[in-house]
């Protein structure tokens, strides 16, 4: 039972990220019009496009994860470690060799992409939970290593690295915050664009036909041990391209910001939004950065809502939204909505 | 040389703690084939609920059994009502799962208490004796607790039906549930005895790294070495491996500050403590995920 509903959402899901080409380039033309439109009228404020480009900055890391996690079966709970990567590699650049932000993206990318590429080396040989537990391990490790001692002259140690936002180029009368924010939206869509297109081709195949049953995979001829550290190094170039434009927005990076928390966050985001669908990885972006920014607020309300006699904390919903969430829509809220699609016109 | 002793003696005592994590860990995934990544967040959570006994006036050793069998309950709960329905789900679900107990404990254990460091006194008398320099009286008593916690536990499995019928459930579920064993609930029990054994480790090492909600999160990492170092199958390789690796972190920490002293070169110390930590756990799993004491599984076409 559980086994066929996960496969008709996943049909499903995959049906609605491919199909509707349209509609996902109208919601594109409209939200790169929304510096023209709402800020211009001061519909949105500068803080507002931050937020904005913090969800798509987010809907990128957690799309990493998804053709890691989602398309090709390999879990992760260390995404935050290729993240800070993306990060610091985008900051150091800027902060030591006073490069352009955007020469840093693919300097960033290919770090990513080699880092994730040997960590899926040993990652080969694991599966299920050891993989889980090694990239457990990864995560909580993260900050302590940002801190070593012999990295200190770049990473500039528990202080981290302050960076500035770049200003819109030809004078364009955009502010800095609308200006990155067309940036984060070009780059997203250039990449969900990529990723669309790669799951749709023998590549994507293969990586699904790994997770499905990889040793069946291995018996028609697909090189399982290629294709599972290529696409281990490209979810993490993926996740790092996000970490290295948060960072650049943010204009701030510390080891601190790397926690295991972050990593939790990208896993939730990717759970949430739809473990193995492209709209999830932008349901989930949102989410993450919705909590992360509402959820105090929220717990609050609830605290007081039902006499509470302790302040909950906004961990606390996020735990069992995770564990209510694995009962009722194991594939997230995108598999939730394609079954409910599929339900209403009655096929 | 005596510095030497002294880490080498220390490293024993965290080993001890490491090993009953460790086991706690190989209890549930003997007989369910998964990693509770919320081990170490219960085990805190634990601790703090010692702490509070201790602050309503109870005294440690009485505190300990009432937490010990409060554990227990929380951890078949957790295990009835939780994990039982997501029996045949997906290795990524139960994961999810998991990690959303330990972001639960973990913040709850927050919100209650507070984040600040508490103190937690340790229940063992302050004597000096013959080498105290070398190791501390609470060192000696987590060692010596813990290597009872064991015995208790060995003679459980050994000696009692419950315990046989615990290791039959594990071992081979469908023949003990065919032989009159009911599986599942030795299943939850395996959860309670995980539950209540990480308590007690809570709660020995609270002392010495004192009482806050991130307490366990190097604790846990190094458990999971300490039970893949053993072998993640095997009970007592997992509490090997946990004395292992507790004296592996101090032997490394200390052989990087002669490293330093000597050539003035910087390579490990006390804050490389989870990265040494996740070297080993990617060495053993890449190397020999059987561990020194497991015995390897066969995967069936």
Redesign the interface.
Known sequence: MATTTTANGLAAVRRMSLGQGRWVWAAVVILALLPIIGGKTGFISNYGFLQLSLMIVYAIAVLGLILLTGFNGQISLGHGAFFAVGAYTSAVLIDQANWPYWATLPVAAIMCFVVGYLFGLPALRLEGHYLALATFALAVAVPQILKYRHFEWFTNGVQGINIFKPAPPFGLPLSGDQWMYLVVLAIAVLMFWIARNLLDSRTGRAMMAIRDHSMAAGTMGINVAHYKTVVFGISALYTGVAGALHAIIFEFVAPDSFRFELSIAILVGAVVGGIASLPGAVIGGVFVQVIEKYADALTKKITTAVHLPIDLEPWTIYGIALIVLMYTMPMGIAGGLALLWKRLKGS | MEQLIQQVASGLANGAIYACLALALVMIFVST???N?AQGEMAMFSAYLTWQLLQWGINFWAALPIVAFASFLIGVGIERA?LR??H??????????F??????F???A???WGHTIKEFASPFPKVTFAGSGYIGPHQIGMVVVTILLLLALFAFFRLTPLGLAMRAAAQNPSSARLAGIRVDWMLALGWGLAAAIGAVAGSLVAPVVYLEPNMM??IL?YG??GA?VGGISSPGGAVAGGFIVGVLENLIAYFGNLLEKASGF?LVGN?????V??II??TV??LK?SGLFGHVTV?R?
């Open positions: 084939d998964h990693i990544f939780i329905p997501l045949s789900a997906p290795v990524l679900s139960i994961v999810v799962v990690i959303g107990l330990l972001t639960i973990h913040s709850l927050g919100a209650i999160a190097s990492l999971f070495a893949l910087y804050g490389e403590k989870l990265s930590a996740l756990v990617i799993l890449t995920p995967k076409v």
